[in-house]
C-alpha cells in the first residue's frame, strides 16, 4: 500500500475516533468521497492496524445505530423552518 494511503487512513480513524464522526462528516473533512473513507477505515485499517479498527468499528455501529434519529431531527428542523 502507498505511503500516502497509509498516512490519510490513520488521519481518518484518528479523527474519527476523537469526534465520533460520521463517514459523510469524516469525508468532508478530508475531501474524499464517503466509500473512500469507509474503505479506508473497514479494509485498509484492519491491514494497517488492527487494534484501532476495532475501536473504529464500535464507533461506526453507533452511529448506524443513531442515524434514524439524525435523520428524524434534521427533518423536524426543516419543516419548522430551522437552518440545518
Known amino acids: 500500500m502507498r505511503d500516502y494511503i497509509e498516512e490519510r487512513v490513520l488521519e481518518i480513524a484518528g479523527y ?20 473512500t473513507v469507509h474503505k479506508d477505515v473497514t479494509l485498509r485499517l484492519q491491514q494497517i492496524r488492527p487494534d484501532i479498527a476495532d475501536s473504529i468499528q464500535q464507533v461506526l455501529q453507533l452511529n448506524k445505530a443513531e442515524r434514524h434519529l439524525r435523520g428524524g431531527a434534521a427533518t423536524h428542523r426543516k419543516y419548522k423552518g430551522e437552518a440545518l
Not at 464522526?21 to 473533512?29: G, H, L, N, S
Request: one cysteine or more; aromatic letters at 4%; a positive charge.
Open 16 to 35: 474519527i475516533l476523537e469526534n465520533g464522526a460520521t463517514v459523510r462528516q469524516a469525508a468532508k473533512q478530508f475531501g474524499v468521497c464517503k466509500s
